[in-house]
């Protein structure tokens, strides 16, 4: 499913535009789509033979729910949806031209690799890129690779449903050996006002979430964690996530701490309690190499 594609001109149209039963190609694998519609249905574009590579095929009635969220709330004439960029060959799912931002939208598992790469041929072009990940596939107790990568560069999860219903959202949570230990209710963002992080600001951050936010992005919006620091640091909400920052901190240090002594006692015992064995592993080491 997808909201553009190429007419006979090799112009591109928007599905709102186009006429059914009229043959356009896809914007990403040049394959023949078709206009599709109905009562109930959003206009879109769909492939008349499948093609499981082409990204634009695979997207469902969620991703251009998202789509159009943005499409809505960003200035009229400003953003474009589906925007080709050849230089890189890449499709971006939204835009926003004065800000130079790409919104990415992820409702399917996603590799590390792929994000990583996505990331580096936007910003060669001096794109900054958001990343909109759906909670059907992410924020679950056991982070994927992908959110691994994004953990401190811009993204924000959604709830979004293929009614359009739900929310784009920020928290804060509590990483730990890959686990989310722990994290806090969602913080709806208004992506229509988006604020540079100045550099008198970054050195008065607490929570380090913002901190390292502002070290990779220039930007942050409305409603979000960064947001909520910077302009209602007094806020419930910041307040209860700096306090468990701080014992989350203290009881990691003291782990350390204490499977440091636990590796010494281990060593100590095979040095003093056992000394000869010691020797002789050592001895046997040296003349295996």
């Known amino acids: 499913m997808q909201l553009y594609a190429l007419d006979e001109k090799d112009e591109i149209i928007s599905a709102e535009s186009a006429q059914k039963q009229r043959d356009y190609r896809c914007l990403e694998c040049a394959s023949c789509v078709r206009l599709r519609s109905g009562s109930h249905r959003k206009r879109h574009f769909y492939h008349l033979e499948p093609n499981r590579s082409c990204r634009l095929h695979q997207k469902g009635a969620v991703h251009l729910q998202l789509q159009t969220y943005f499409y809505r709330h960003l200035p009229e004439g400003d953003c474009q949806l589906e925007y080709r960029m050849p230089a890189i060959g890449r ?17 399917s598992p996603i590799t590390a690799e792929e994000v990583n790469r996505r990331n580096l041929d936007y910003q060669r072009l001096g794109w900054t890129v958001v990343w909109i990940l759906h909670e059907r596939r992410f924020n679950h107790i056991r982070l994927s690779a992908a959110e691994h990568l994004l953990r401190y560069l811009p993204h924000y999860f959604t709830n979004m449903n293929s009614q359009g219903d739900g929310i784009i959202y920020d928290q804060f949570d509590l990483i730990y050996q890959g686990m989310r230990r722990d994290k806090m209710g969602p913080l709806a963002v208004d992506f229509t006002q988006p604020c540079p992080f100045l550099i008198d600001q970054k050195g008065g951050l607490s929570l380090e979430r913002v901190r390292r936010r502002a070290e990779h992005s220039p930007y942050f919006f409305a409603g979000d964690l960064s947001d909520l620091e910077l ?12 306090q468990k920052e701080m014992a989350f ?13 636990c590796v010494f006692r281990r060593l100590a015992n095979v040095i003093f309690k ?16």
């Open 91 to 107: 499709i971006a799912d939204v835009v926003w031209f004065s800000k130079k931002i790409v919104f990415e939208i992820q409702y």
């Open 249 to 261: 901190t203290h009881n990691e240090q003291l782990r350390r701490v204490l499977q440091r002594e």
């Open 231 to 242: 302009r209602k640091r007094e806020d419930s909400y910041i307040q209860n996530a700096l």
């Open 274 to 289: 056992r000394p000869y064995q010691f020797v002789f592993r050592l001895l046997l080491e040296r003349t295996c190499r």
